[in-house]
Structure formats: C-alpha cells, structure tokens
C-alpha cells in the first residue's frame, strides 16, 4: 500500500500542455512520464497524428518496454518472460475506440546480454478519424501477473479542411552506441546524452491558400538549474534564484533559427535534424500563420540528461550522486578528476574505507544506486530526479511511510508521530503546475535543526547500518 501511495502522489507524469507567452502556444508536446513502482512492468509511450500520403488520419504510436523490469522464469534450460501488450486509442469526441493487444517474449540469452539492450519498442499504427485522442497503453508481466498503464494525449487535423495546420512534432533519435540502425521516437521528456543526433518530424497542411506557406522553426534552450540538492539543514533557497526557480522560460538562448518556404498544396511532410546538443533543457517550436494571419503553433520540449539517463551506467555518473554523502571539499576532489580509471579507483576506495567489509559495501552499493535509479523515475523533471529534494530525501531515507499533499504543500513521514520532528520532511511548490509551468517541483523546507538528524543517516550509510536500521 505505501508503495502505491507514493507513486501515486509523486510520480512526475509530463502530460500535461504547456504555453509560452501568446495564448496560441499551447501546443507543446513532452513525451510521457516513468511508470515505475517496485516489483511492477515499466512502459513508456509516444503517440502522434500524422497524414498519410493518400491523406488519411493515423495515430503512430510507439511503447517503450523495459526488460529488466519483467520476470523471468525457467522454460526448458530457458529463462523467459512472457509480457502482453494493450493499446487503446479513444477519439475523446465521438468516443470511437481502437484496439491492439500482443503477447510478446522475451528470451534471456548470450544474444541478449551482448547486445546490452535494456528496452525495445512496439510501433504500430492506427488508422482513425480526424479529431483528438487519448491513447492508453497497458503492460501485463504474465509471469507476475502485475500490471501498469500509462495514457498520453495528441490530435490530428483534418486534412480535408482548406485552412492551414500544423500536426504535432515527433522527436526522434539516434543511439550512436547501438547496434539498431536509424532513428526511433523519444518516448519521455528526457533525452539521454548518448544519442548522437535528434530528428523532429512533423507536416504542415495548406489546401486552398494560394500563397506559399511560410515555416519557421526555431531551437531554444533554457537557463535551468542543474546542481544536486543542498544539504537539509542549509539555508532555503532564495526567492528569485535560479535555484529556487527550477527553470526560468524567460532567461533563453536562440541555438538555431529556421525559415522554409512550401509552395506546395496538400500535407507536406517536414524535418528538422540536429547533431547532439549539451545537457540542458530545449524546445523546438514551429510557427506558421493561416491566410486570416492568425498564428498556428506547435512545439517539442525535451532535457539532454546524463549519458544513459535515467540509468547509471559509467563512473561519472556512479560518482556524483556521492554529494549526499561526502563534504563539500571531497566532492569537489572527487568530480575534478577527469581520467575514468582514476576516479573508480577513488569511488571503490571511498566506499571500501568507509564501511570496511567487501561484502557489506557490495549491499549498500547495490541499494544506495538503487535509490538512486528510482528517485531519476519518480522525481524527474528540468533535471535528474536524484538532483531534486525529494530526491535527496528519498535517496537517504527510502520511501517515506505516508504522504499527505495539500495545496502547494506536501509532507513525507517516517513515523506515525505527526509531532516528532525528525521523523517528518516537510516541500513546498514554488509555482503551482499549469500549463505555464509544467512540472511537480517541490523544495524542502530546510532548517539548521536537521543538522543532527542528517549527520546520523550519512553514518548509517557509511557504517553499512543502513541495512539493518534506518531514521
């Protein structure tokens, strides 16, 4: 039950739209959420509209299945997991719904492991109506029997109408490291730095003007914090900061600016691509005017996160989350090396002279990444989940026993004493989720008092304690 209970409270699920300045920038797509709970499936989705070339309506959809979230079990010398796949497309107007269902298999094999795929996607198409849609994908682990669904949202314009439109904006990518071929759908906000260039698709329809149809296309990027969370028993952030923003949409860099000119009628199928782009947060956004010179908008916001994000799969990503347990003079020492062999040897013998047994630090290893892990699926948002508060939070003290969110408000505690101070973390938003600002961002509220109390969960970490006791 505390399980469900959190992920469902704080599970950061990107669905909602997002607007810029003008009223007409409502458009702006963001992929889906995580669906991570302990023990459970993991599924994420991208679905689009787009126009055929015979002009007919479909809705591409792409699932996003995790491998090592299924169970595995024995079937002759064979260890095999046996998932079945649902997708539903509802026309959210008319109620018109859409099926596809499919048992898959998934062998574990030399073949497998060599190839180190960790997901594989299922692209299908469905042909629909003109209209908007909500489409549902649902995960079953037969071997569980545990279930999880995620739902998206987009629309397609009718390509029989002689007024200009613009279709939403699939972004696609491509994994230099990999031994797939071509691009394939970004199913989440996040992009993980490995992906060697970003392709955005999209078309633009223009039936009955007689004047050529003018595109542009423009690439922004954010300011946006990126440091891990301070200390609990620092100072609260200032108001104003960049730290206390989260991201701020107003402070914004033009990487690149586009102009193309159709001249064609009908649908006109359009890409943009981009060689690999810094960590940070971007959109991609499309502007078009229909003969009346009213302004058509579409966009694509998305973060280059670490390399194999939200997985930590090299030293430097193994090494940073190490902030919450180290000074701030051994992390500046630690993240200034720059050869990888270096800074293993330095993260092994940190956690080696701390806790002492191999075999204890092996545990506490497994669980402190984990957590880590985890917290980058619940908490993602401008940046890493394990950066944020909650993050911090939950990293060091696991999942909380209950949540109670009000207004603006949440608490996490630990203990069934609502009084006892030490057992209760108390997060404020600094801007309520809209569609101006789309994400569940939350900051504890820091005092000095919880100096103590942080000094002696770091000991239980370093000690090897945490296994057997916690706060």
Do not use: H
């Amino acid at each position: 039950m505390r399980t469900q209970l959190i992920i469902s409270l704080l599970l950061v699920t990107i669905l909602s739209i997002l607007s810029g300045c003008s009223t007409t920038q409502q458009n702006i797509e963001r992929g889906s959420g995580y669906t991570f709970r302990v023990g459970y499936p993991e599924i994420r989705l991208s679905a689009i509209g787009v126009i055929t070339d015979d002009d007919q309506p479909i809705i591409s959809t792409a699932t996003e299945l995790i491998i090592n979230t299924f169970i595995f079990k024995n079937i002759n010398n064979e260890r095999v997991a046996e998932v079945l796949l649902e997708i539903r497309v509802i026309n959210k107007e008319t109620g018109a719904l859409y099926n596809y269902s499919e048992t898959i298999n998934v062998t574990d094999n030399e073949e497998l492991r060599a190839s180190g795929l960790d997901s594989f996607q299922i692209q299908k198409n469905f042909q629909v109506d003109p209209g908007f849609y909500e489409v549902y994908a649902t995960v079953t682990d037969n071997n569980s029997q545990k279930d999880i669904s995620i739902r998206t949202e987009t629309s397609i314009p009718d390509p029989a109408n002689p007024s200009v439109n613009l279709t939403s904006i699939l972004l696609l990518t491509k994994d230099a490291e990999s031994a797939a071929d071509g691009y394939y759908p970004t199913t989440t906000y996040d992009v993980p730095a490995k992906m060697d260039s970003l392709r955005f698709e999209f078309q633009a329809t223009n039936n009955d003007s007689k004047d050529p149809l003018m595109i542009r296309a423009k690439l922004i990027r954010f300011a946006t914090d990126t440091l891990p969370a301070q200390p609990m028993s620092y100072n609260n952030y200032s108001v104003g900061s960049l730290r206390y923003k989260g991201i701020d949409y107003r402070d914004n860099e033009e990487i690149a600016t586009t102009t193309r000119r159709l001249t064609q009628p009908g649908s006109v199928y359009i890409e943009f691509t981009y060689p690999n782009l810094e960590r940070g947060n971007y959109r991609f956004e499309v502007v078009t005017e229909n003969s009346g010179g009213e302004e058509i908008y579409q966009a694509r916001d998305f973060s280059i996160k670490s390399n194999n994000y939200p997985v930590l799969s090299n030293v430097k990503e193994l090494a940073a989350p190490l902030s919450y347990l180290m000074n701030n003079k051994e992390y500046r020492e630690l993240m200034s090396i720059e050869n990888p062999r270096k800074l293993k040897q330095e993260v092994d013998r940190f956690w080696l002279e701390n806790i002492g047994n191999p075999n204890i630090a092996k545990q506490v290893i497994q669980k402190y990444y984990d957590r880590v892990e985890q917290a980058n699926k619940l908490f993602s948002s401008y940046k890493e989940g394990w950066k944020t508060d909650m993050g911090m939070i939950y990293i060091l003290f696991g999942q909380p026993w209950y949540v109670d969110e009000r207004v603006r408000r949440m608490s996490w505690g630990y203990s069934y004493d609502v009084n006892d101070f030490e057992s209760n973390f108390f997060f404020f938003k600094p801007k309520q989720r809209s569609k101006y600002y789309p994400f569940d961002y939350y900051i504890l509220n820091r005092t000095p008092d919880y100096f103590n109390l942080e000094y002696r969960q770091k000991q239980l970490w370093l000690t090897g304690q945490i296994l057997t006791d916690s706060l």
